[in-house]
């Protein structure tokens, strides 16, 4: 019966292609995974982090463990949702938690210092060169919420490849 | 011996492909998630006591380009605690000027940020407590109100009766 023997082919031709879609599948369920609730590359690039990261962009390793059970404090660098547009991420350093009362200058607008209290649920995010940062003297404090991950590890330029100590 | 550790190891292997499927297509597609509290009644949970909680579908399609529009109902991690996740009306947009229904105050809603109403305005923490809420802590809209099974039906954006002072 060629006719049978034809449905047969098709059928083993049917399940492989099923069977390789279930791989892929598979394989973009697990780097969502790692990269979403583990560990992530990022570029972070431009002025305001100096000198603590290039100004021509530096691949970082971002960890999103901390960020979900609590345990990102004073120092840390993060990688964080910008509250003024939600596709962008900046890293930054945290300077203060919630119920911290910070003093900041921002030589762009004013010569004075000024001082502030982090709300509940709130950190305040600086660059580490507060002469070119756009961060939490402009926005305000940030919700904990924005906090993507912490970056700890740095991996290009090859000179400088380690740990990031706070 | 050797037949038990291998079920063992098959069944393993299966609940973690299970758990990352899970993971990634309630992280990118959509979610089903119980509505707790008095706050957007009678929309969802419209009797108070009751043991049955509205549980709602929730797409998050639109966190890829976060275009929201007026009376669209969102979940989102609160700013204040963001382990807590909140459910309100979105009432104004980035950018928009509007009028607060309750003190009659002019605001502007700065841009990245949304301004979230419950309907229940008489037992909600929303924005009228906090503030504008960044889109970045918007974590996916409500379309579908899924169970109980008397209540199965898609959700409108509008709000169901716009008290002028309430």
Redesign the interface.
């Known amino acids: 019966m060629p006719f049978m023997n034809y449905i047969a082919q098709w059928k083993s031709v049917a399940k492989e292609a099923l069977d390789r879609s279930a791989i892929i599948?598979?394989f973009?369920?697990?780097l969502?995974?790692t990269g979403?609730?583990l560990c992530s590359p990022t570029h972070a690039y431009g002025p305001s982090m100096l000198p603590t990261l290039n100004i021509a962009g530096d691949v970082v390793l971002v960890e999103h463990v901390s960020p979900r059970i609590?345990k990102v404090g004073h120092g840390d660098l993060v990688l964080v949702?910008?509250?003024?547009?939600?596709?962008r991420n900046l890293t930054k350093r945290v300077v203060a938690m919630e119920g911290d009362t910070v003093t900041y200058f921002d030589p762009l607008n004013s010569e004075d210092s000024r001082i502030a209290v982090v709300?509940?649920?709130?950190v305040w995010i600086q660059g580490d060169n507060v002469y070119a940062s756009r961060d939490s003297r402009h926005?305000g404090p940030?919700?904990?919420?924005?906090?993507r991950g912490k970056v700890f590890f740095r991996v290009w330029p090859p000179s400088s490849f380690g740990r990031l100590d706070n | 011996m050797m037949g038990t550790r291998n079920l063992v190891w098959n069944v393993t292997k299966k609940l973690a492909?299970i758990g990352?499927?899970t993971?990634?297509v309630s992280?990118?597609y959509a979610t089903v998630v119980p509505v707790r509290g008095a706050s957007m009644s009678p929309t969802f949970n419209p009797k108070t006591n009751s043991f049955t909680d509205d549980y709602v579908f929730v797409e998050k399609l639109c966190l890829d380009?976060?275009k929201f529009s007026h009376g669209d109902i969102v979940i989102?991690?609160?700013?204040?605690?963001?382990?807590e996740t909140h459910i309100k009306r979105i009432i104004a947009l980035p950018g928009e000027w509007f009028v607060n229904r309750h003190n009659q105050d002019v605001l502007k809603v700065?841009?990245?940020?949304c301004w979230v109403e419950g309907d229940n305005a008489a037992s909600s923490t929303d924005s009228k407590s906090y503030g504008p809420v960044?889109?970045?802590?918007?974590r996916g809209r409500v379309t579908h109100v899924v169970w109980p099974p008397q209540r199965i039906g898609a959700v409108k954006n509008t709000t169901p009766e716009r008290l002028p002072s309430s």
């Not at chain 1, 709300?119 to 709130?122: E, I, Y």
């Not at chain 1, 940030?142 to 906090?147: A, K, R």
């Open positions: 599948a598979k973009l369920c697990y969502h995974f979403n609730y609590g949702k910008s509250p003024l547009n939600p596709n709300p509940k649920g709130h926005f940030v919700p904990y919420g924005l906090i | 492909t990352l499927i993971f990634t992280d990118r380009k976060f989102f991690s609160s700013p204040s605690n963001f382990k700065p841009e990245g940020h960044p889109l970045g802590l918007v």
